[in-house]
């Protein structure tokens, strides 16, 4: 079975830049998730879809984060302007979606760098 | 504000050693509590507990979860260098979000 997939890897950009991240998750997975992680915190939940719809996005900065998930499978996550303190690791993960199926597969994230 | 807060934030201890992780939880609508373990990737899946009392194994590793307290403890025994890595803690609630805390990082010395 394949994993969660992100893109790319790694990113390093400057401040006021624009950057976009790439997820497919688990085949048949409903729900998904991006999560910030920045050194040394857990992880910090941005948004959460189900299917393709919104069920919460109350910690994104939405005066400068994005996120879609329009075809209900993969995701994007942008960032416009970035700033430095979104120097981070962009962790998409995605879940079956049904209550008490608890495991929830990560990617390898996406390690963002702001200069 | 729903908060899980684990403990400590690090330790470090020698091989062979035993520890106990900490993770305690203030949320609205509790479903279950999860742990994992993230080395220099992504998190990976260690265990899932929902009801108090019963304990979850997988070989030295043990966790059990006190729903009255609002806690879980993570054990490991006869520690060795590969369990070296960050402990995570994350609630489900309702609609499935889940809550993580900051974890704890765990060192192993040879």
């Known amino acids: 079975e394949a994993g969660v997939a992100q893109s790319p890897r790694y990113k390093i950009i400057e401040k006021r830049q624009s950057v976009a991240f790439w997820c497919n998750p688990i085949?048949?997975?409903?729900?998904l998730y991006w999560y910030q992680q920045i050194l040394g915190q857990g992880p910090k939940l941005l948004i959460q879809?189900?299917?393709?719809?919104?069920?919460?996005d109350s910690q994104l900065p939405k005066d400068r984060f994005s996120a879609e998930r329009l075809k209900g499978v993969d995701s994007t996550l942008k960032i416009q302007p970035a700033k430095l303190e979104d120097s981070a690791v962009y962790l998409c993960a995605s879940r079956l979606g049904q209550a008490n199926t608890g495991e929830l597969f990560f990617g390898e994230g996406s390690r963002l760098t702001v200069l | 504000e729903d908060k899980v807060v684990q403990s400590p934030l690090s330790l470090v201890v020698h091989e062979g050693d035993t520890v106990t992780l900490n993770c305690s939880y203030e949320?609205?609508?509790?479903?279950?509590l999860l742990w994992y373990k993230q080395e220099k990737k992504a998190p990976t899946f260690l265990f899932m507990l929902?009801?108090?009392?019963i304990e979850k194994k997988s070989g030295r590793l043990s966790s059990i979860l006190d729903k009255k307290e609002l806690f879980s403890i993570l054990n490991i025994t006869a520690t060795q260098t590969g369990d070296s890595a960050v402990y995570l803690c994350a609630v489900i609630q309702g609609a499935q979000k889940l809550v993580f805390g900051q974890g704890t990082r765990l060192t192993i010395n040879p």
């Open positions: 879809f189900q299917n393709n719809g919104v069920v919460d």
């Open positions: 929902t009801s108090s009392g």
């Open positions: 085949s048949g997975h409903a729900t």
């Open positions: 949320v609205t609508n509790f479903r279950s």
